[in-house]
């Protein structure tokens, strides 16, 4: 793990590796990265929040890459600003990135919660290529947005003959192009985690949280996956104005699966218990009443 000033980027077990599916071929690098990465700035916490220090294993070996080099993170704020987000997508000239985890590792708890059938929204895309591997399984319509604009000119042109998924320029705190309920899904993998990482996380939060309620169809819920545990990211996603109930699960190693853990009913002391697992991450499903 690296410590690049306040900001932490490290590089997790290539546990989810797994061939992509064939896609449209109009970049220069097709294959998806060696690893899933962990993220965005672990250093917001919510109050009280104390972090458990999480086991750690070996780091694997891995090439030097433009991540190793601490110039390119100009301020700990880095991942929270679109130029910073545009100028990596401009220089990695649309090379697939999947944070965290890809969908062979997810799908079986993302199916249940998002319904194939169902209008999807998939806030913060980057370069992920997961809308692809749903696409791939049956879903069939999933509008992926992002306020940064390369890569969605990367990925419209990629996927410009793929029926099902679009792909647009949004920024997930204020989406009025879209109506009240109108999708029956959202997923959001690292996006609330990078707009954390701004000086004005809470109210970057909070009106990202509120949008995505708003959007969301009653019944329907917001799957967010993260590397943060119960105490750093309920707080935001507890918050009083949001209509939703939440549950979530840590997912491990080799198809490790703890949850789900409804956080209403839980006994005192069963959601600080979480992580329980090394290398693990967070899905939380908020499901709006
Ligand atoms: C950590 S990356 C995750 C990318 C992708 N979801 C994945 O899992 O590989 C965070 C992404 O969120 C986007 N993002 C951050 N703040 C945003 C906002 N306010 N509105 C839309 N996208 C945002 C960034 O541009 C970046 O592409």
Redesign the pocket.
Known sequence: MQQLGRLTHMRVAPHTRVAPAPEPALLSRSALPAATRS??CPRRRAAGSAARPRPRGPAPAAAPSDYDNPALYTSEDA??L?SY?DARYRREGGAP????RDWGSLESILSRHLDKSERLLH??????R?QYQMHLDGYRDIVN????PV?IQQLSALHAGVPGLSYEV????SMPQYGDASFGGLLD???L???LCGESEEA?SLA?LLECQRVLAPGSSYVCITWQPPRARLPYLQHPGLGWGVEFYEVGQQGAREGPVAVAGAAEGVVEAFPRMSYSHFVYVCTKR
């Open positions: 993220p965005p991942f929270s679109s987000w990135f999947e944070w965290y806030v913060g895309v980057g370069t992920s997961i947005v992002d306020y940064a890569c949004a920024d997930c705190r993998k690292g996006t985690d990078a707009l970057d990202m």
